[in-house]
C-alpha cells in the first residue's frame, strides 16, 4: 500500500533552517508529482510546494517562495523540503502528499505529518 513518512521537523529559532524528507513507498515514485503542505494551529491545510515527476519543475506558494527549496531524489523514492530563514509564522505541522494526477496542488495520499515550530 501507499505510504509516505516525514521526518525532520523540530523547534528552531527565527532564521534558522530545517530540512524535511519524506521517504514514500507501495507505487511507482517518479509517475507522481509530490508536494508539501502545512496546517497551522486553528488554519486550514494549505499548500507550500510542489515538484515534477522528474524534478525539474518546482513551484512554490508567496508565503514560501526564496526561502524554501523542494528537491527529490527518484533513486531513493525521497522528496525533500529545505526551509531556511524560518518565521514564527512558518509553525505548523507540515504534511508531504503525493499530487493527484493532472493535479498541481491536490494530494490523494498523505503523510502522517511532522511538527515544525519557530520561536521568535
Known amino acids: 500500500q501507499v505510504q509516505l513518512v516525514e521526518s525532520g521537523g523540530g523547534l528552531v529559532q527565527a532564521g534558522g533552517s530545517l530540512r524535511l524528507s519524506c521517504a514514500a513507498s507501495?507505487?511507482?515514485?517518479?509517475?507522481?508529482?509530490m508536494g508539501w503542505f502545512r496546517q497551522a494551529p486553528g488554519k486550514e491545510r494549505a499548500f507550500v510546494s510542489g515538484i515534477s515527476f522528474s524534478g525539474g519543475n518546482t513551484y512554490y506558494a508567496d508565503s514560501v517562495k526564496g526561502r524554501f527549496t523542494i528537491s527529490r531524489d527518484n533513486t531513493k523514492n525521497t522528496v525533500y523540503l529545505q526551509m531556511n530563514s524560518l518565521k514564527p509564522e512558518d509553525t505548523a505541522v507540515y504534511y508531504c502528499?503525493?499530487?493527484?494526477?493532472?493535479?498541481?496542488?491536490?494530494?490523494?495520499?498523505w503523510g502522517q505529518g511532522t511538527q515544525v515550530t519557530v520561536s521568535s
Open positions: 502528499a503525493r499530487l493527484r494526477p493532472g493535479e498541481s496542488y491536490l494530494g490523494d495520499c
Open positions: 507501495g507505487y511507482p515514485f517518479n509517475f507522481y508529482r
